[in-house]
């Protein structure tokens, strides 16, 4: 069993960064790949990004590329969201979650475990 807790999301202007947390409890961190996932008023939950347990392998949705980053520190159990050049459409309840396949996963039916969410606001 893992539990997931994720922080660290609030109002920002467009232009600005913010970066989630997600906090794991449970001793088999490290052997879960961990995702990001979005979910938008109205619409569907959709992937972010995704890393590998080791944190050697890391996927991104396209409209994050060259914005986004995705680390891990398995020593801490947390995985971390850093969100930079942020825009009004990447508004959204910001969701973390923990998969048993190994290798960075986009598709969310694979995923295990699921935080409560973060609101992340990004005003024009």
């Known amino acids: 069993q893992v539990q997931l807790v994720e922080s660290g999301g609030g109002l920002v202007q467009a232009g600005g960064s913010l970066r989630l947390s997600c906090a794991a409890s449970g001793r088999t961190f490290s052997t879960y790949a961990m995702g990001w996932f979005r979910q938008a008023p109205g619409k569907e939950r959709d992937f972010v990004a995704a890393i590998s347990f080791s944190g050697g392998n890391t996927l991104y949705t396209d409209s994050v590329k060259g914005r986004f980053t995705i680390s891990r520190d398995n020593a801490k159990n947390t995985v971390y969201l850093q969100m930079n050049s942020l825009k009004p459409e990447d508004t959204a309840v910001y969701y973390c979650?923990?998969?048993?396949?190994?290798?960075?996963?986009?598709?969310?039916?694979?995923?295990?475990?699921w935080g409560q969410g973060t609101q992340v606001t990004v005003s024009s």
């Open positions: 979650a923990a998969t048993r396949i190994r290798i960075p996963w986009a598709s969310m039916r694979d995923y295990d475990y």
